[in-house]
DNA sequence: GTGTGACTGAATCTCTCAATCAGTCATTTT
DNA sequence: AAAATGACTGATTGAGAGATTCAGTCACAC
């Protein structure tokens, strides 16, 4: 059997259960059926094989968001699609709820730098779809990096940061039309 | 002399410097020249006495915001220019400066209660602004409390939050035409 | 050569005791 | 008598030492 993949399934199991620093490198060797020193042949240390499961965790995302878009449809509700798709990944996925709940409380640095950088990684994807829809005419010359970054945090804010401090979730009806009739009114030709 | 006010002067000035936590009672009565005991006859715990000075506070940005508004400007100049200016707040007041400080590395409770009521006031402020507007016909029909929050998460996320994962600040007049061409433009009649 | 788990030391946790501080109230001052 | 005071209290927090945990290594086994 490969070592390797071994090494990756179990980490990838202990990380979302137990989060990054809950999880011990002899627990992953054991899960694993793996001596410890073997995961040190594959992963320089336990940060590098994070990281690696973070990517791979990046590219699923990707591939599900990719999934969301259909190419008849408006630029607006690809986006909203997207945007939706990410959002519910952070629930649904479980080492990515894991990775904002020991944010929150841990404050772990390796979680912070992974996290920061996985928003990164939506920013470039929805700024790259900026991009193409610009090229299109699909909407207006804009810059795409401020869009796509102005995008995540206005939804991360309704989705994430709304429920904290009212009693009552917001529709994603509701959400779509407030979006529809502000930033996706205002970028379109 | 005014032994309230002096406990209110002294207070601020306290929670100011060495925010909320690190002010004890017994330093305020010192600065304000009274006896730890007389505090107790005007406030009936810290956290009142803290919570009136916010107000206070919050009463200053209210009018350093409708400073800010010119009627014979158009909704777009004046919201921009309130949203600057409350962002400006954050940075030049000293509690509020203090207070965000000593939210995000001591996490008090007294003073997550307190920012996040000052963000709704802002939002409530806002709010009306959008409300005045559209009964003017200024701008479209819209929800004005999910703009208003929608509006004040953007600005925040750009000002405060850019700056930590990218190592160029944006220019207040790059924000000011990124948000004139997405969600006011989306706004407009 | 490959895989292993006992070993190391640095970091973190835990337990105890000391110090701090919000709030009270008996006493003093006006 | 009304207002002001600061020594006092107990609950919470902090500091320090000792114990524990764990990432990463390496001598040995297979």
Chains 1, 2 share one sequence.
């Not at 059926?33 to 590098?48: A, L, Q």
């Not at 798709?85 to 944010?103: C, G, T």
Request: hydrophobic residues 45%; aromatic residues 10%; contains cysteine.
């Amino acid at each position: 059997m490969d070592r390797r993949q071994e090494i990756l399934e179990a980490a990838s199991k202990s990380f979302s259960l137990f989060g990054y620093k809950a999880t011990t490198m002899d627990q992953v060797a054991k899960i694993a059926n793996v001596g410890k020193g073997t995961i040190y042949t594959f992963f320089s240390n336990k940060e590098i094989l994070f990281q690696e499961i973070v990517v791979k965790m990046i590219q699923e995302m990707k591939t599900a968001a990719d999934e969301a878009i259909s190419a008849e449809k408006p630029f607006q509700q690809n986006a909203h699609a997207v945007l939706m798709k990410v959002l519910e990944f952070r629930e649904v996925h479980l080492l990515y709820a894991k990775l904002i709940e020991e944010e929150k409380e841990l404050r772990t640095p390796a979680v912070k730098h992974v996290l920061i950088r996985i928003e990164q990684e939506i920013v470039n994807f929805v700024g790259d779809k900026i991009k193409t829809a610009i090229s299109k005419g699909e909407i207006r010359e804009c810059e795409p990096d401020l869009v796509a970054y102005l995008l995540l945090k206005a939804y991360f804010g309704f989705v994430a940061d709304w429920g904290e401090t009212h009693d009552f979730e917001l529709s994603e009806e509701k959400i779509a039309s407030l979006f529809r009739d502000t930033i996706f009114r205002g970028l379109l030709p």
